[in-house]
């Protein structure tokens, strides 16, 4: 069954600091990886998606890495806003079978003004 | 540029009654799911759809009930409420995937939720 752990469950730092979300997953058998975005009491934004072949995706200030074979993914954040202030979490497809996304349980994330 | 739609947006329950989650989705996708979202939680899959007239359960199907007669509608229903289905619950759509060798992108598109307290 895949787990999917993201760490930290918290984080609060000071606006203009670049950080890293962790995201790991136990079966490596994945079909792609997808990072979203979710606001309070909101639906959820898709931030970036990475395929199985790809090793990274780019969008604006977010940098998006897999590596497949040890079952990571990290989310760079450059520069850090108040508005990136949110809820970050993790999700991954797997390759066979039940094709849902397993989600892991998010990083809530705090800018600092 | 409706995407996935979910209604309604809130719904206060009492215990041992029925209701109808509603999702439907306006861009062609074949896989359609139910997830359900506790506070502090990730998503736990409820149901799924392959396309009209296939569903399949997920991890925590047991209370709910799902149809799929058209692409574009896959409502949830809840029978006999009770507290512990007090949680908020997105629909979420995506394509099908490709062939053996494909590489197609299935990103996956979410509603706004639904937000479901039972009393």
């Known amino acids: 069954k895949q787990e999917v752990t993201q760490i930290p469950a918290a984080l609060s730092v000071p606006e203009g600091e670049n950080l890293v979300l962790n995201c790991s997953f136990t079966?490596?058998?994945?079909?792609?990886l997808q990072w979203f975005r979710q606001d309070p009491g909101k639906g959820l934004t898709s931030l970036l998606l990475?395929?199985?072949?790809?090793r990274e995706q780019t969008s604006g200030r977010l940098n998006a890495s897999l590596d497949k074979s040890s079952g990571r993914s990290t989310l760079y954040i450059a520069a850090s806003q108040p508005g990136d202030s949110a809820t970050y979490l993790c999700?991954?497809?797997?390759?066979?079978?039940?094709?849902?996304?397993?989600f892991g349980s998010g990083t809530r994330l705090q800018v600092q003004p | 540029n409706a995407g996935v739609t979910q209604t309604p947006k809130f719904r206060i329950l009492k215990i041992g009654q029925s209701m109808t989650l509603q999702c439907t989705q306006d861009m062609n996708h074949n896989y359609m799911y139910w997830y359900r979202q506790d506070p502090g939680m990730g998503l736990k899959l409820i149901y799924y759809?392959?396309?009209?007239?296939?569903?399949d359960k997920g991890e925590v199907p047991n209370g709910y009930n799902v149809s799929r007669s058209t692409t574009e509608d896959f409502p949830l229903r809840l029978e006999l409420a009770a507290p512990s289905q007090t949680s908020v619950y997105f629909c979420?759509?995506?394509?099908?995937?490709?062939?053996?060798?494909?590489?197609?992108?299935?990103?996956?598109?979410f509603g706004q939720g639904t937000r479901l307290t039972v009393v």
């Open positions: 990475i395929q199985s072949s790809q």
């Open positions: 999700a991954v497809r797997r390759d066979t079978g039940r094709r849902a996304l397993t």
């Open positions: 759809s392959v396309g009209a007239g296939i569903t």
């Open positions: 079966d490596s058998a994945i079909y792609n």
């Open positions: 979420a759509s995506s394509t099908s995937f490709g062939g053996q060798g494909a590489d197609v992108s299935t990103e996956a598109f």
